[in-house]
């Protein structure tokens, strides 16, 4: 029988496998930030254990930073621990890139960016979006601060070997729809809990069609569908992405060569068996919505709030609560929303394209009164690029605000926040009670859903939607 | 690690599904770089009005509940992000138990638990205890209606234990090297050490791509 993208991987990152089913794994990439990763030093020290693969650790600093400026931490209890981390990877030899580096940036936007991330590889960091990376076809997971402390010491994980769920796009997308609103599709489908235990593969027509950053936005948010992993086969538009531009650490010239051999024969094989498959026609899709407080309260934009005892796989009680918080009526049209702030950022949607695409919708309008816009790049790398493409000039003549590179109103560990009761279309990925402020009441959609709504003060359907 | 064998312990309950971490422990409590000091700021959002005062309306604010060791849940408690400060929460409030049902959909059996959760309680002693959906649905009925209701979990036994005049007892199960691990309290790191030399070997045989070695 064949084997799954998951399956040949995995094969090769183990190491031994123990008594009782656990796997030791090893672990080719490990990334760090500030927020996980603190207690995990500490641990070393206790103990006197040193970081075993300096060469294969990379550390940024991403959730604490202000966008406004890199200089200035003004909260003493942020500036202390992104002062740790810095302290932590002077004293472990850890390549740190920190607030004055060109390099620094959402460290699951830096690592594809740097060719950090490369296909056939295992991947984690103490980050649950880490699954972003599977979009390479790395076998990539978010991981707690204890087994943070593991990698660093050992280089390995002891596992148990999830299951694998197959995930079927059939057709093409259709205009104005994007890899977001697939993601979100699946997660309304089965749930928030629904790829609990499993590692996902994407696949079928509209997958593939997929630009790599597309790719990255789906693998993204496999977490909240209770996947720890994502993945999507390699192919030519993957290693096109690795080759197009200087990636520091990405194989060149003979290597590149080579490694492609190795990558080519890492897609599932045809015969390949999956513990789970599901087929979704990506031609019907609409682009979605959220309207409650988890990713899987999701509608098409043509949709209404709904009532509380018309939501499948909800209680009752959990639907009221939603509606309570998020200060919505059942029957209101999704596109009679009325929005306080736009967010597009973080590690979902924060690539040079997403700033494209949704430049190109915003180009020569004028904002939404009354709204609060803001810009914020996944990486500096992705600031520089834009500002050299001129977006910046865009996004300013339009009335947003152009900031600088971290995870911002993503989580709001930064001064970047929702005030109580404010409603915010955002690009992020979890729309969780106070994720973006306490009180703040988040919608999740595309970038492009949310620069029409910038402009129109609410959600349109993009796909009909004619403004003047 | 301590080991964890038994427990006996006043129950509590959360009636709401998928219970994020952003709710277990808001982010303004992340910018800490010590492991200790999450348990008063558990569920913070939920319960604490704005005046820093307990919100009445807050199930685990009942009086009844005060002192509880044992939460009993819905599914997919735990989801979100993976910060293990979730976790260092629950156990420095005083919960050394979690209990949440799988629930059955589409033909497959959704878990209890989110899996970096799940994992990081296991790292952290905290015992996360899958239970049937009837099972758990007559917890939440028992609690009702006996306030002050313990249970007592046995690990070696696989076995928890509602004390009512007549126990009431449920099977779990749980992976015989995560049961191992709880019991006897290992530290992991120390464990895979063992393996060092595997390791090694690994690394001579392994092809590393990118990053120059």
């Not at chain 1, 990376?133 to 010491?153: K, N, P, Y």
Request: hydrophobic residues 35%; glycine residues 8%.
């Amino acid at each position: 029988m064949g084997k799954t993208l998951f399956e040949k991987i995995w094969e090769k990152h183990v190491v031994k496998e123990l008594p009782g089913g656990t796997f030791l794994l090893y672990i080719d990439r490990h990334l760090v930030h500030e927020v996980t990763s603190p207690q995990a030093f500490e641990g070393l020290r206790m103990t006197n254990r040193n970081v075993r693969r300096t060469d294969r650790t990379f550390a940024t600093m991403d959730h604490n930073v202000p966008t406004d400026s890199h200089s200035v931490i003004k909260d003493a209890i942020s500036r202390a621990q992104i002062e740790a981390l810095e302290k932590n990877c002077a004293d472990f030899d850890i390549e740190l890139y920190g607030l004055n580096s060109d390099r620094q940036g959402i460290v699951h936007v830096i690592g594809p960016e740097l060719g950090i991330t490369l296909p056939g590889l295992t991947m984690v960091c103490g980050d649950s979006h880490t699954s972003t990376h599977g979009a390479f076809g790395t076998l990539a997971f978010g991981i707690g601060t204890s087994e943070v402390e593991h990698v660093l010491a050992t280089q390995t994980l002891r596992q148990l070997k999830p299951k694998t769920f197959k995930v079927e796009f059939t057709g093409q997308l259709q205009p104005y729809v994007t890899s977001k609103d697939l993601i979100l599709k699946l997660i309304g489908t089965i749930g928030t809990a629904g790829g609990t235990g499993y590692v996902i593969e994407y696949a079928g027509e509209a997958i593939r069609s997929l630009s790599m950053e597309a790719r990255m936005t789906i693998c993204n948010m496999s977490i909240e569908a209770g996947a720890r992993a994502g993945m999507i086969a390699p192919d030519d538009t993957t290693f096109q992405y690795i080759a197009e531009k200087e990636r520091p650490f990405a194989p060149l010239n003979g290597d590149f060569d080579q490694a492609v051999v190795y990558w080519k024969a890492l897609p599932s094989d045809p015969d390949a068996e999956f513990d789970r498959t599901l087929i979704i026609e990506a031609d019907k899709i609409a682009p979605q919505v959220t309207w409650g407080t988890n990713p899987g309260m999701v509608l098409d934009v043509t949709g209404a709030v709904p009532e509380p005892d018309e939501v499948p796989g909800y209680s009752r009680r959990d639907v009221d609560q939603a509606l309570k918080y998020m200060g919505l009526t059942p029957g209101t049209k999704l596109t009679e929303i009325p929005l306080d702030t736009v967010f597009l950022g973080s590690c979902t949607n924060a690539r040079i394209e997403d700033l494209r695409r949704s430049a190109n919708i915003l180009r020569g309008r004028k904002k939404a009164d009354n709204l609060r816009v803001m810009v914020v790049p996944g990486s500096q790398q992705v600031r520089q690029q834009a500002e050299a493409e001129g977006l910046d000039e865009v996004f300013k003549d339009f009335g947003a605000e152009w900031r600088l590179a971290g995870c911002s109103m993503c989580l709001g560990m930064n001064p970047d926040q929702l005030k109580e009761g404010e409603r915010c279309a955002s690009t992020s990925n979890r729309n969780f009670e106070g994720r973006q402020g306490k009180g703040g009441r988040t919608h999740l959609v595309s970038p492009e859903m949310a620069a029409a709504a910038a402009i129109e003060g609410h959600f349109v359907d993009l796909r009909t939607w004619t403004t003047e | 690690m301590e080991p964890f064998t038994t427990f006996r312990g006043l129950i509590a309950t959360l009636d709401r599904a998928n219970v994020d971490t952003d709710q277990i422990i808001p982010k303004q409590f992340l910018k800490s770089i010590k492991r200790t000091g999450f348990g008063e700021n558990l569920f913070f959002d939920w319960r604490y009005l704005p005046n820093n005062k307990p919100n009445p309306e807050f199930e685990l604010n009942a009086p009844r509940f005060q002192g509880a060791g044992i939460l009993v849940t819905r599914n997919n408690f735990g989801c979100g992000s993976s910060r293990e400060h979730a976790v260092w929460a629950i156990k420095q409030y005083g919960f050394q138990v979690v209990i949440a049902p799988w629930k059955e959909q589409d033909g497959t059996r959704i878990p209890g638990f989110a899996d970096i959760f799940r994992n990081n309680s296991v790292k952290n002693g905290l015992l996360t205890i899958e239970l049937g959906p009837d099972e758990v649905d007559q917890i939440f009925g028992l609690v009702d209606r006996f306030p002050g209701l313990e249970g007592t979990v046995n690990l070696e036994e696989l076995r928890f234990v509602l004390h009512l005049d007549e126990e009431i007892a449920c099977h779990f199960d749980i992976e015989p090297t995560v049961k191992e691990h709880l019991l006897r309290g290992l530290d992991d790191i120390d464990l895979t050490m063992e393996h060092e030399s595997d390791i090694e070997q690994f690394e001579q045989s392994h092809s590393f791509i990118g990053v120059p070695d």
